[in-house]
């Protein structure tokens, strides 16, 4: 990845049919300052895990501080297992007793699955409530800060409660990623190389010469452009599930042992190398993007069965009635929805893990 030198911040602006965010993108943000553009002086609470907070969270709170705003923290345990509803009743009964109001406002700090739930507690608090994302992975940064989809898991699968809710604001600042873990990194590239796949065939040859905020910025413009065409997942968005069915059938069957983005780069390698072998692919993109995700160190295998995997998905929420929507990519850089009786779900599978 190449070094950052603009310090300056860039701003992209999401304008969906529930209002218009700014999200900014650029290092060393003033949070505080940044959030009184878009909230008057207010009560505000953090929302953090235990391993992102003590890196951070002292820092963030004074920034809100000097801003006007008065601010107290949530943490939760890091990880996908707190991504439930208790722990949404444990953000829940801290709001209450902060005594948050509709005017005041909460703060994600962290990953995906702090922005998550901190938004679904948003959604859902005196029936709504605002808040801001500050991403500090890549993952939450390049994908799900942006979008306003919130929620938990429950046992029977990944995110089947939730809440559509935009956020206020998304700051997202490239310095956070300097203290995450190679594979916490990783996870993230598998949503960067998503995007390529399904809208940016440019990128997927030139993630060596982006900065980490340059490969912000591209991709939430991606994200963006697709939540603004459909805000509530009723056609288009499905598109950026491109990996996502049988990725979420693998973080389930592991126990979310195997983390979200190494499940989407198995997801995709199975769905490309079905969609190659059934004949539906315009180019061969298999071999390609393999190679990128290896070299992203990513996983491109696993060992659960057809049957485990299709059945998995088919608990999850994407299914429709009798059919599956899944992405197909046509060539590097393009992909279209495809929708697939569910009886004909586990064969399909079978064809992307063939050897
Ligand atoms: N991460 C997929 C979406 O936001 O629709």
Same mark, same amino acid.
């Given at each position: 990845m190449a070094e950052d030198t603009a310090s300056k911040s860039e701003k992209i602006i999401v304008n969906t049919k529930s209002g218009k965010y700014p999200v900014i993108i650029g290092k060393t943000l003033n949070f505080g300052e940044l959030t009184r553009d878009v909230k008057d002086a207010c009560k505000v609470v953090i929302v953090s895990d235990d391993v992102v907070f003590p890196l951070y969270g002292d820092a963030v709170m004074k920034g809100f501080s000097k801003s006007g705003y008065r601010v107290n923290a949530c943490i939760i345990r890091n990880g996908e297992t707190s991504k439930t509803l208790s722990t949404i009743e444990k953000i829940l009964e801290f709001v209450a007793k902060e005594e948050l109001t509709r005017t005041d406002i909460l703060v994600a700090l962290g990953g995906g699955v702090v922005g998550d739930i901190t938004g679904f507690a948003a959604a859902i608090y005196l029936r709504g409530i605002d808040f801001i994302q500050i991403p500090t992975t890549v993952l939450a940064a390049v994908d799900s800060s942006v979008g306003g989809k919130t929620g938990v898991d429950l046992n029977s699968g990944k995110n089947i409660v939730g809440a559509f809710h935009q956020p206020k604001a998304v700051f997202c600042d490239p310095n956070f990623f300097g203290s995450l873990t190679e594979a916490v990194y990783a996870d993230g590239m598998a949503e960067v190389i998503k995007h390529a796949m399904i809208k940016d065939r440019d990128m997927m040859f030139a993630l060596d010469d982006l900065s980490a905020a340059e490969m912000c910025k591209r991709n939430i413009k991606i994200k963006a452009s697709v939540v603004e065409l459909d805000e509530f997942d009723t056609g288009i968005r499905k598109i950026l599930n491109f990996g996502h069915t049988v990725g979420h059938a693998v973080e389930v069957l592991s126990d979310y042992k195997i983390s979200h983005g190494s499940a989407v780069s198995i997801g995709m390698t199975v769905i490309s190398r079905a969609s190659e072998n059934l004949g539906l692919t315009e180019e061969p993109v298999l071999t390609e993007l393999t190679e990128i995700l290896k070299k992203h160190k990513l996983p491109v295998q696993c060992d659960y069965s057809s049957k485990n995997l299709a059945d998995a998905a088919l608990r999850? &929420? &994407?299914?429709?009635g009798e059919k599956i929507t899944l992405v197909i990519p046509k060539k590097i850089g393009s992909a279209e929805l495809y929708d697939l009786p569910v009886e004909k779900l586990e064969s399909f599978i079978s064809k992307g893990l063939e050897k």
């Open positions: 999850d &929420k &994407k299914r429709s």
